[in-house]
């Protein structure tokens, strides 16, 4: 069974940084690409960044230049590491996993985490 914790959200203000980081468990975390998502209250879940299996990296255009994604296979966690922060930023981020390519399509992740709240205040 494979199991995916995030942590690392929190309260910020903006032009902040925070970590999030996604521990992974029962599965060969190796050939995995990881996913991060975030959904707002009212919103969509909106893709934000991922890297697949070969650490090829993909970000939303509203993210890009202030997160960054990475992967440390000996710990088997990815990390979201999220600078300059927004209030708009503002959401419950997942993480997903799924074999080898990555997605910016959530359905596309059998795996999920159970969230971890990140809140940016003006």
């Known amino acids: 069974q494979v199991q995916l914790v995030e942590s690392g959200g929190g309260l910020v203000q903006a032009g902040g940084s925070l970590r999030l980081a996604c521990a992974t468990s029962?599965?060969?975390?190796?050939?995995?690409?990881m996913g991060w998502f975030r959904h707002a209250p009212g919103k969509e879940r909106e893709f934000v960044a991922s890297?697949?299996?070969?650490?090829?990296?993909d970000y939303a255009d509203s993210v890009k230049g202030r997160f960054t994604i990475s992967r440390d296979n000996a710990k088997n966690t990815v990390y979201l590491q999220m600078n300059s922060l927004k209030p708009e930023d503002t959401a419950v981020y997942y993480c997903?996993?799924?074999?080898?390519?990555?997605?910016?399509?959530?359905?596309?992740?059998?795996?999920w985490g159970q969230g971890t709240q990140v809140t940016v205040s003006s």
């Open positions: 890297m697949n299996s070969n650490t090829g990296t």
């Open positions: 997903a996993a799924r074999m080898f390519s990555s997605s910016g399509t959530y359905s596309r992740y059998p795996y």
């Open positions: 029962g599965g060969p975390f190796s050939m995995y690409a």
